[in-house]
C-alpha cells in the first residue's frame, strides 16, 4: 500500500512539473519557415498547407526521418516535454507514425544544412495496434493496444507527449500515461516525425518544453555598432563563403560558390586591402589552387607564403579526395599542392572544416567521428617533425556541443578561436562564439560566449576571420532564401584576439644586400629549444612576416643553404596593443674572416654567467661546427665604456670564456676554440647613448682556417 502510495504520487508530481516547463519553441505549419524536409525514400509528397504538415508515404518497410533545416536550440540532457497531434488519413495495408530525439543526423547528399539520416536516436511509433519504444536506435519495446488499455485507432487524431525528468522517460498518448522508461544515451540534439508505411500522416503542431539558459554573453560585446556589406567588390550575386585573412589584414582569401567564372563548383577567389582600407576588386586564383572539385583555403601563413587548402590533389592538380594540402608560393606562382598526412583520418560526414594555428604546428578540424557528440566535433592535431599530423584528439566538452560545430578559426596570438555553432543556445540557428585555450593541451578552454546580435542574427553566421590587428572581424551572414555574402564589423577589447607584434622585413647577404630565398624559424626563449612556429621569404624579394603574440620572450632568425643566420629577438611580455615592426634579417656567407654576431646571448649586467634563454643561440652554433669541421672560430667578448678599462677588458674575456665553456661540454674540440676579450677597445658605435651602449655590449665569433 504504502509503495502504491509513492508511486502515485511521484507520477503526480512528474506531470505536474511537465505543466510547469515553459514552451521553448513550438511550429504550427502556417508556413514552412523551419524549413522541414521531406525528401527521402517512401515520401511520395510533402507539403505546408492550412497549418497541416502532409506526408504521403508509400513504403511499407522504409521509415522516412522529416526535419526542420532550422532546427531549434535544445537539450535533451536536461528535463524537457516534446508534444506532437498527428493524424493517420486513408491508409493502405499499414501506417506508421511517431517522434524520435536525442540523434544525431549524418549529411549524406544534400548541398545545404539538412540530414538525411538520424543515428541512434530515441523514439516513439505508433501503428494503430501498438506503441514501439526505441533507445539508442534499437525498436526494442513493443506496448499492445490492449495491453495499455489504448482503444484509439491510428486512422484518427494522436497526441503523443514525451515527459523527461531526473533520466526517465514517461509517454502519453492523449493524455493517457502508457509507459515509462530509463532515456537511452544522447547522441546529439535532434528530433524529427518519423513516418511510413502506406498512406497519409498531418502533423497539425509540433512543440517542445523546457528552461533554456541564458545567452552567454562578454561583458561589452559589440552594441550600437553596425555590421558592413564588403560590397560588390567581394561579393557577388552568388555565395561568399569561408573568408581567411593574412595576419597583416592586406589580402583575403575566400570560397565563391556556383559562380559562372569558377573552374570548379567551389572556387578560390581573392582580394587585395587598397590604401584607403576598401577591398579590391576579387580575382580567381586560379589553377593549380582551384580546379573541379570542392576548393577552400584553411588558412594563410603569416608571411603570405603558404596556403593549407581543403582537399588533396593528384600531382596533375586534379580533384584527389578529402584531406588536406599545401601549397607554396614560387616564382612562378603556387606550387601544386601536396597533401599533409595525417594519422588514422577519417570523418563519417560529408563537410570538414579546418583551422591551423599561427605557428603551423597545431591544426583543429571538425569532424564526425564515433566519440563525437553530435553532429561535428573539435579535434586537434599536433604536426610531427616529418610534417604530418597526429591522430585527431577530441577538443573537450565545453566547445564540443550537442549540436553541430563548424568554421572555427585560431587568431594570430594562437590563443583565440572563433567558431561557430548551433548547439548552444543564441539568437538564430548557426551563432558565431568564442573562447580562449587554457594550456597546450588544446582541449581546455574558457567557456565560449556568444559575439552578440549586431554579428548573430536569426540566420546562419559563420566563418568569422580576424586580421592581427584585432580592430575589425570578418564573417558571413544569411537568411533563409538568401545568398551569403561577407560582412565586417568592429570588434570590442572583450571578444578580439590577444594583443601581438607583427615583424616583417627582408631576409638580406650581408655583404651584397640582396633577397636571399630562406626560411624564418621562432622561439620562445623562456622554453629553449622550442620551435614555436615557422615562415617562408617570398622568393622574388626575400620578404617575410610572422606574428608574436604578446606575453613572451622571442628569437627568430633565417636559414639558407651556405649562409650563417644571425638571430634577432623582441620582448613581448609589456605589450599592450597591436604592434608592427619591420626588421631585415641578415645572412652571413659562410667564409673564413667573417666575423658574426651572437645577438641573443643574454648575461647579467656586469656578470658572465650565460642565462638560460641563450642556449638556442649556442645551441646553433654547436651544430654549426659539427657540420663544418673545417673552421675553428675566435670567440671574442665585448663591452661599452661604463666602469674601468681593467673591469670591462676581464668582464669581456670572462664572457667569451663562458661560451667556450659551453662550446666544449657539447663536445667541441679546444683546438678549434680560442676566447679572446677586448673590453671596450672596439665599439661599433660611439657610445653616446644607452642604444649605441646596447650595440656595443656583444659577443662575436671569427671564422678561421
Given at each position: 500500500?504504502?509503495?502504491?502510495?509513492?508511486t502515485?504520487?511521484?507520477?503526480?508530481?512528474?506531470?505536474?512539473?511537465?505543466?510547469?516547463?515553459?514552451?521553448?519553441?513550438?511550429?504550427?505549419?502556417?508556413?514552412?519557415?523551419?524549413?522541414?524536409?521531406?525528401?527521402?525514400?517512401?515520401?511520395?509528397?510533402?507539403?505546408?498547407?492550412?497549418?497541416?504538415?502532409?506526408?504521403?508515404?508509400d513504403?511499407?518497410?522504409?521509415?522516412?526521418?522529416?526535419?526542420?533545416?532550422?532546427?531549434?536550440?535544445?537539450?535533451?540532457?536536461?528535463?524537457?516535454?516534446?508534444?506532437?497531434?498527428?493524424?493517420?488519413?486513408?491508409?493502405?495495408?499499414?501506417?506508421w507514425?511517431?517522434?524520435?530525439?536525442?540523434?544525431?543526423?549524418?549529411?549524406k547528399?544534400?548541398?545545404?544544412?539538412?540530414?538525411?539520416?538520424?543515428?541512434?536516436?530515441?523514439?516513439?511509433?505508433?501503428?494503430?495496434?501498438?506503441?514501439?519504444?526505441?533507445?539508442?536506435?534499437?525498436w526494442?519495446?513493443?506496448?499492445?493496444?490492449?495491453?495499455?488499455?489504448?482503444?484509439?485507432?491510428?486512422?484518427?487524431?494522436?497526441?503523443?507527449?514525451?515527459?523527461?525528468?531526473?533520466?526517465?522517460?514517461?509517454?502519453?498518448?492523449?493524455?493517457?500515461?502508457?509507459?515509462?522508461?530509463?532515456?537511452?544515451?544522447?547522441?546529439?540534439?535532434?528530433?524529427?516525425?518519423?513516418?511510413?508505411?502506406?498512406?497519409?500522416?498531418?502533423?497539425?503542431?509540433?512543440?517542445?518544453?523546457?528552461?533554456?539558459?541564458?545567452?552567454?554573453l562578454?561583458?561589452?560585446?559589440?552594441?550600437?555598432?553596425?555590421?558592413?556589406?564588403?560590397?560588390?567588390?567581394?561579393?557577388?550575386?552568388?555565395?561568399?563563403?569561408?573568408?581567411?585573412?593574412?595576419?597583416?589584414?592586406?589580402?583575403?582569401?575566400?570560397?565563391?560558390?556556383?559562380?559562372?567564372?569558377?573552374?570548379?563548383?567551389?572556387?578560390?577567389?581573392?582580394?587585395?586591402?587598397?590604401?584607403?582600407?576598401?577591398?579590391?576588386p576579387?580575382?580567381?586564383?586560379?589553377?593549380?589552387?582551384?580546379?573541379?572539385?570542392?576548393?577552400?583555403?584553411?588558412?594563410?601563413?603569416?608571411d603570405?607564403?603558404?596556403?593549407?587548402?581543403?582537399?588533396?590533389?593528384?600531382?596533375?592538380?586534379?580533384?584527389?579526395?578529402?584531406?588536406?594540402?599545401?601549397?607554396?608560393?614560387t616564382?612562378?606562382?603556387?606550387?601544386?599542392?601536396?597533401?599533409?598526412?595525417?594519422?588514422?583520418?577519417?570523418?563519417?560526414?560529408?563537410?570538414?572544416?579546418?583551422?591551423?594555428?599561427?605557428?603551423?604546428?597545431?591544426?583543429?578540424?571538425?569532424?564526425?567521428?564515433?566519440?563525437?557528440?553530435?553532429?561535428?566535433?573539435f579535434y586537434?592535431?599536433?604536426k610531427?617533425?616529418?610534417?604530418?599530423?597526429?591522430?585527431?584528439?577530441?577538443?573537450?566538452?565545453?566547445?564540443?556541443?550537442?549540436?553541430?560545430?563548424?568554421?572555427?578559426?585560431?587568431?594570430?596570438?594562437?590563443?583565440?578561436?572563433?567558431?561557430?555553432?548551433?548547439?548552444?543556445?543564441?539568437?538564430?540557428?548557426?551563432?558565431?562564439?568564442?573562447?580562449?585555450?587554457?594550456?597546450?593541451?588544446?582541449?581546455?578552454?574558457?567557456?565560449p560566449?556568444?559575439?552578440?546580435?549586431?554579428?548573430?542574427?536569426?540566420?546562419?553566421?559563420?566563418?568569422f576571420?580576424?586580421?592581427?590587428?584585432?580592430?575589425?572581424?570578418?564573417?558571413?551572414?544569411?537568411?533563409?532564401?538568401?545568398?551569403a555574402?561577407?560582412?565586417?564589423?568592429?570588434?570590442?577589447?572583450?571578444?578580439?584576439?590577444?594583443?601581438?607584434?607583427?615583424?616583417?622585413?627582408?631576409?638580406?647577404?650581408?655583404?651584397?644586400?640582396?633577397?636571399?630565398?630562406?626560411?624564418?624559424?621562432?622561439?620562445?626563449?623562456?622554453?629553449?629549444?622550442?620551435?614555436?612556429?615557422?615562415?617562408?621569404?617570398?622568393?622574388?624579394?626575400?620578404?617575410?612576416?610572422?606574428?608574436?603574440?604578446?606575453?613572451?620572450?622571442?628569437?627568430?632568425?633565417?636559414?639558407?643553404?651556405?649562409?650563417?643566420?644571425?638571430?634577432?629577438?623582441?620582448?613581448?611580455r609589456?605589450?599592450?596593443?597591436?604592434?608592427?615592426?619591420?626588421?631585415?634579417?641578415?645572412?652571413?656567407?659562410?667564409?673564413?674572416?667573417?666575423?658574426?654576431?651572437?645577438?641573443?646571448?643574454?648575461?647579467?649586467?656586469?656578470?658572465a654567467?650565460?642565462?638560460?634563454?641563450s642556449?638556442?643561440?649556442?645551441?646553433?652554433?654547436?651544430?654549426?661546427l659539427?657540420?663544418?669541421?673545417?673552421?675553428?672560430?675566435?670567440?671574442?667578448?665585448?663591452?661599452?665604456?661604463?666602469?674601468?678599462?681593467?673591469?670591462?677588458?676581464?668582464?669581456?674575456?670572462?664572457?667569451?670564456?663562458?661560451?667556450?665553456?659551453?662550446?666544449?661540454?657539447?663536445?667541441?674540440?679546444?683546438?678549434?676554440?680560442?676566447?679572446?676579450?677586448?673590453g671596450?677597445?672596439?665599439?661599433?658605435?660611439?657610445?653616446?647613448?644607452?642604444?649605441?651602449?646596447?650595440?656595443?655590449?656583444?659577443?662575436?665569433?671569427?671564422?678561421?682556417?
Open positions: 500500500m504504502r509503495a502504491v502510495y509513492w502515485a504520487l511521484a507520477v503526480g508530481i512528474l506531470e505536474v512539473f511537465a505543466q510547469t516547463l515553459p514552451v521553448s519553441w513550438r511550429d504550427d505549419f502556417i508556413d514552412n519557415a523551419n524549413r522541414w524536409k521531406w525528401e527521402h525514400e517512401g515520401i511520395e509528397r510533402g507539403t505546408v498547407q492550412n497549418g497541416i504538415l502532409v506526408l504521403q508515404v513504403h511499407p518497410r522504409k521509415l522516412a526521418v522529416v526535419a526542420p533545416c532550422n532546427h531549434p536550440y535544445v537539450d535533451f540532457t536536461t528535463d524537457y516535454e516534446i508534444e506532437v497531434l498527428m493524424t493517420g488519413v486513408g491508409a493502405g495495408k499499414t501506417l507514425y511517431g517522434i524520435a530525439w536525442g540523434g544525431r543526423y549524418v549529411r547528399h544534400g548541398s545545404d544544412k539538412c540530414y538525411d539520416e538520424m543515428r541512434y536516436p530515441n523514439g516513439i511509433l505508433f501503428d494503430g495496434r501498438a506503441l514501439y519504444v526505441s533507445t539508442n536506435g534499437s526494442g519495446d513493443r506496448i499492445e493496444r490492449t495491453d495499455a488499455g489504448l482503444r484509439l485507432p491510428v486512422l484518427a487524431a494522436n497526441q503523443l507527449r514525451i515527459s523527461h525528468q531526473a533520466g526517465r522517460v514517461t509517454l502519453y498518448l492523449n493524455g493517457h500515461r502508457v509507459t515509462s522508461f530509463r532515456q537511452g544515451l544522447i547522441w546529439g540534439m535532434r528530433f524529427a516525425i518519423l513516418v511510413g508505411g502506406e498512406g497519409m500522416v498531418g502533423v497539425d503542431y509540433i512543440l517542445i518544453r523546457q528552461h533554456l539558459p541564458p545567452i552567454n562578454p561583458v561589452d560585446y559589440p552594441r550600437n555598432v553596425q555590421r558592413e556589406n564588403l560590397g560588390s567588390n567581394v561579393n557577388s550575386a552568388y555565395s561568399e563563403l569561408n573568408p581567411v585573412i593574412r595576419a597583416d589584414g592586406r589580402v583575403m582569401y575566400f570560397v565563391r560558390d556556383e559562380h559562372p567564372d569558377n573552374v570548379g563548383g567551389q572556387d578560390v577567389w581573392y582580394c587585395v586591402r587598397q590604401a584607403d582600407g576598401s577591398w579590391g576579387a580575382q580567381n586564383i586560379g589553377y593549380p589552387i582551384n580546379n573541379e572539385g570542392a576548393n577552400g583555403v584553411i588558412s594563410v601563413a603569416p603570405g607564403n603558404q596556403l593549407l587548402l581543403n582537399n588533396t590533389y593528384n600531382p596533375d592538380g586534379s580533384p584527389k579526395g578529402p584531406g588536406i594540402s599545401r601549397s607554396y608560393r616564382r612562378w606562382g603556387w606550387s601544386v599542392p601536396e597533401e599533409v598526412p595525417i594519422e588514422n583520418f577519417y570523418n563519417n560526414d560529408r563537410y570538414i572544416e579546418e583551422a591551423l594555428d599561427p605557428t603551423g604546428n597545431v591544426l583543429i578540424m571538425t569532424l564526425q567521428r564515433e566519440d563525437t557528440r553530435g553532429e561535428r566535433d586537434v592535431c599536433f610531427r617533425p616529418d610534417g604530418s599530423f597526429s591522430e585527431p584528439q577530441w577538443c573537450g566538452p565545453t566547445i564540443c556541443t550537442w549540436g553541430d560545430e563548424t568554421s572555427p578559426f585560431i587568431a594570430a596570438d594562437g590563443v583565440t578561436l572563433y567558431f561557430a555553432t548551433d548547439g548552444l543556445r543564441g539568437y538564430g540557428g548557426t551563432d558565431i562564439w568564442m573562447t580562449r585555450r587554457l594550456d597546450e593541451s588544446w582541449t581546455r578552454w574558457s567557456p560566449v556568444n559575439l552578440g546580435p549586431a554579428i548573430n542574427t536569426e540566420g546562419f553566421d559563420a566563418y576571420t580576424v586580421p592581427g590587428k584585432g580592430d575589425y572581424a570578418y564573417f558571413v551572414s544569411s537568411t533563409p532564401g538568401r545568398w555574402d561577407i560582412y565586417r564589423i568592429r570588434l570590442t577589447p572583450s571578444v578580439a584576439p590577444i594583443a601581438l607584434v607583427i615583424v616583417s622585413g627582408r631576409v638580406v647577404d650581408r655583404r651584397t644586400r640582396q633577397p636571399v630565398a630562406a626560411r624564418i624559424y621562432y622561439e620562445r626563449l623562456t622554453t629553449p629549444g622550442t620551435v614555436v612556429g615557422e615562415a617562408w621569404t617570398d622568393p622574388s624579394d626575400g620578404s617575410y612576416s610572422i606574428a608574436l603574440p604578446k606575453g613572451d620572450i622571442y628569437s627568430f632568425h633565417a636559414e639558407a643553404e651556405g649562409y650563417y643566420p644571425i638571430s634577432e629577438h623582441l620582448d613581448t609589456e605589450l599592450e596593443t597591436y604592434a608592427e615592426l619591420e626588421r631585415d634579417l641578415v645572412l652571413v656567407p659562410i667564409r673564413a674572416g667573417e666575423t658574426i654576431r651572437l645577438n641573443n646571448l643574454f648575461f647579467d649586467y656586469g656578470k654567467e650565460l642565462r638560460p634563454e642556449y638556442p643561440e649556442l645551441e646553433r652554433l654547436v651544430q654549426f659539427e657540420r663544418n669541421p673545417r673552421y675553428r672560430v675566435e670567440i671574442a667578448g665585448h663591452t661599452d665604456d661604463i666602469g674601468s678599462d681593467e673591469f670591462n677588458l676581464e668582464l669581456s674575456r670572462k664572457r667569451a670564456e663562458a661560451v667556450v665553456k659551453y662550446l666544449l661540454e657539447r663536445g667541441i674540440s679546444r683546438a678549434r676554440l680560442r676566447a679572446v676579450g677586448y671596450e677597445s672596439r665599439p661599433l658605435v660611439p657610445n653616446i647613448s644607452e642604444e649605441n651602449r646596447a650595440m656595443n655590449r656583444r659577443v662575436e665569433f671569427k671564422l678561421l682556417e
